[in-house]
């Protein structure tokens, strides 16, 4: 296990399991987190023994989205790193300061992540909101309960969508649309229905689901796996995927500026008990 008591590393090769273990604030994502998250995945691309990643969370929702409210949120703390170039954001202010870090640890981890060159499968059950869609929509494959729900609520903030923009590609441009225009739940059924989910199981069958599709992605060679998610991949960036991707995280940052200038705080005055309210 690793020592990062925010994430859970387990070996059951050929796999590896990296579950978020924030159950009591439905694995909502601090920075503590994600550098947690991101030294898994390091662990994992690096252990020939792994040939296949699984992300899970612990409890009974996979996440609900960036952490803005628990004890242990830490936005305003620096963390050493990893993703890009950009400066500390600790002792900045303003747009430079959410720009810097945002563009740390939400883009630029998502886009390390999603790159990484092994098969990496979501085990979704509960809520999958908005921070939680980034991190399931980096993976290749999605299982899915059939009680998992998805949404993203935040142009209830202003804002026109999570940091890592990928609507319009994991689901038709209309759903994406309606999806962001209402901030409704859609069930796992539906995001099978869209094609946005590749599984969906009972709850009590999606631990073994999951492993056994993963295993099953395992029985293959590992060169070829890594070529055939490149080739997937490449493919999305000339859908536009990775410019969209930039253009989308410029359009949230002028929405965070808007609000900050215009209402109560760059969240436009939704904290958590607005949004749940809501």
Same mark, same amino acid.
């Given at each position: 296990?690793?020592?990062?008591?925010?994430?859970?590393?387990?070996?059951?090769?050929?796999?590896? /399991?990296?579950?978020?273990?924030?159950?009591?604030?439905?694995?909502?994502?601090? +920075?503590?987190?994600?550098?947690?998250?991101?030294?898994?995945?390091?662990?994992?691309?690096?252990?020939? &023994?792994? =040939?296949?990643?699984?992300?899970?969370?612990?409890?009974?929702?996979?996440?609900?989205?960036?952490?803005?409210?628990? #004890?242990?949120?830490?936005?305003?703390?620096?963390?050493?790193?990893?993703?890009?170039?950009?400066?500390?954001? %600790?002792? =900045?202010?303003?747009? &430079?300061?959410?720009?810097?870090?945002?563009?740390?640890?939400?883009?630029?981890?998502?886009?390390? /992540?999603?790159?990484? #060159?092994?098969?990496?499968?979501? +085990?979704?059950?509960?809520?999958?909101?908005?921070?939680?869609?980034?991190?399931?929509?980096?993976?290749?494959?999605?299982?899915?309960?059939?009680?998992?729900?998805?949404?993203?609520?935040?142009?209830?903030?202003?804002? #026109?969508?999570?940091?890592?923009?990928?609507?319009? /590609? $994991?689901?038709?441009?209309?759903?994406?649309? @309606?999806?962001?225009?209402?901030?409704?739940?859609?069930?796992?059924?539906?995001?099978? @229905?869209?094609?946005?989910?590749?599984?969906?199981?009972?709850?009590? &069958?999606?631990?073994?689901?999951? &492993?056994?599709?993963?295993?099953?992605?395992?029985?293959?060679?590992?060169?070829?796996?890594?070529?055939? =998610?490149?080739?997937?991949?490449?493919?999305?960036?000339?859908?536009?995927?990775?410019?969209?991707?930039?253009? $989308?995280?410029?359009?949230?940052?002028?929405?965070?500026?808007?609000?900050? @200038?215009? %209402?109560?705080?760059?969240?436009?005055?939704?904290?958590?008990?607005?949004?749940?309210?809501?």
């Amino acid at each position: 296990m690793t020592p990062d008591a925010t994430v859970r590393y387990e070996r059951r090769a050929p796999l590896a /399991w990296i579950t978020m273990n924030r159950p009591e604030y439905r694995n909502a994502q601090n +920075s503590a987190m994600t550098y947690a998250l991101d030294r898994a995945f390091y662990r994992a691309a690096d252990d020939d &023994e792994v =040939k296949v990643i699984v992300l899970a969370g612990a409890g009974e929702h996979f996440s609900a989205g960036h952490d803005i409210g628990t #004890p242990r949120r830490d936005a305003h703390l620096p963390f050493e790193r990893r993703a890009g170039l950009w400066w500390d954001h %600790s002792d =900045k202010e303003g747009a &430079e300061q959410r720009f810097a870090r945002e563009s740390e640890v939400y883009l630029g981890m998502c886009r390390r /992540w999603r790159e990484l #060159p092994k098969p990496v499968l979501a +085990s979704v059950q509960g809520a999958c909101v908005a921070g939680g869609l980034m991190l399931a929509w980096v993976c290749d494959l999605i299982v899915a309960s059939e009680d998992a729900f998805f949404a993203d609520p935040v142009v209830r903030m202003g804002i #026109p969508g999570v940091e890592y923009f990928a609507h319009p /590609w $994991v689901m038709p441009p209309r759903v994406a649309k @309606e999806f962001l225009y209402t901030g409704d739940r859609m069930s796992a059924r539906r995001a099978h @229905e869209v094609g946005m989910v590749n599984r969906l199981v009972p709850r009590e &069958e999606l631990t073994r689901a999951t &492993e056994d599709l993963a295993r099953r992605v395992a029985r293959m060679p590992r060169m070829g796996l890594a070529l055939a =998610k490149r080739a997937v991949n490449q493919a999305e960036d000339l859908q536009g995927l990775h410019a969209g991707l930039d253009s $989308v995280f410029g359009l949230h940052h002028l929405a965070h500026a808007h609000n900050a @200038e215009t %209402s109560a705080d760059p969240l436009g005055g939704m904290d958590v008990r607005a949004m749940k309210d809501a």
